[in-house]
T-cell receptor, first 113, second 116 residues
Framework: EDQVTQSPEALRLQEGESSSLNCSYT??????LFWYRQDPGKGPEFLFT???AGEEKEKERLKATLTKKESFLHITAPKPEDSATYLC??????????????FGQGTRLTINP | GAVVSQHPSRVICKSGTSVKIECRSL??????MFWYRQFPKKSLMLMAT?????????EQGVEKDKFLINHASLTLSTLTVTSAHPEDSSFYIC????????????FGDGTRLSIL
């Protein structure tokens, strides 16, 4: 069974305190790993897609990395506006372009000023 | 700007009411839409895949007669929760299928459904 596990469940940081969020996965036929940001009462906002081990992508204070078993979302010198739930999802399926996503439960990140 | 428009954003209604949620693709013609539900502090769970001009594909455990999906045009997919009960209260979110799998995949803003 395809599984995605995120840790920690919740994380509180002080403004400027860097840290990392983890996403571990066990899937058959990984076609891509996605990171999303979700604000309360809103749909997920796309951040990154990673496809192969060793791949890295950056956007402002965020950097996503991927290994064969897990992905990390590194946040550098975060600001209060980075507070949100960060979701990890893996795209699975034998059919090219099926785009079925299996989500982790998310990490609720709070950045205190 | 938003590329997927979902409406309404919030619905509160009595038990037994049927509720329709609309999801429109604004940037291109979406032949496929995905419908997810999310319980508080829980992960998004795929309910069904909506295909334009054909029957939707439902995930295991999702009642197709309870959650009716219509995808009659290339830009509009609807999810109707029929005879809703309190246990159907949840956050329902649609997502369009990108043309290429390496393109950003956009969600709607979600619909908070509360059944009294």
């Amino acid at each position: 069974e395809d599984q995605v596990t995120q840790s920690p469940e919740a994380l509180r940081l002080q403004e400027g305190e860097s840290s990392s969020l983890n996403c571990s996965y066990t899937v058959s036929g990984l076609r891509g790993l996605f990171w999303y940001r979700q604000d309360p009462g809103k749909g997920p906002e796309f951040l990154f897609t990673l496809y192969s081990a060793g791949e890295e992508k950056e956007k402002e204070r965020l950097k996503a990395t991927l290994t064969k078993k897990e992905s990390f979302l590194h946040i550098t010198a975060p600001k209060p506006e980075d507070s949100a739930t960060y979701l990890c999802a893996v795209q699975v399926g034998a059919i090219q372009g099926a785009q079925k996503l299996v989500f982790g439960q998310g990490t609720r990140l709070t950045i205190n000023p | 700007g938003a590329v997927v428009s979902q409406h309404p954003s919030r619905v509160i209604c009595k038990s037994g009411t049927s509720v329709k949620i609309e999801c429109r693709s604004l940037d291109f013609q979406a032949t496929t839409m995905f419908w997810y539900r999310q319980f508080p502090k829980k992960s998004l769970m795929l309910m069904a895949t909506s295909n334009e001009g054909s029957k939707a594909t439902y995930e295991q455990g999702v009642e197709k007669d309870k959650f009716l999906i219509n995808h009659a045009s290339l830009t509009l997919s609807t999810l109707t929760v029929t005879s809703a009960h309190p246990e159907d209260s949840s956050f329902y979110i649609c997502k369009e299928k990108a043309e290429l799998s390496n393109q950003p995949q956009h969600f709607g803003d979600g619909t908070r459904l509360s059944i009294l």
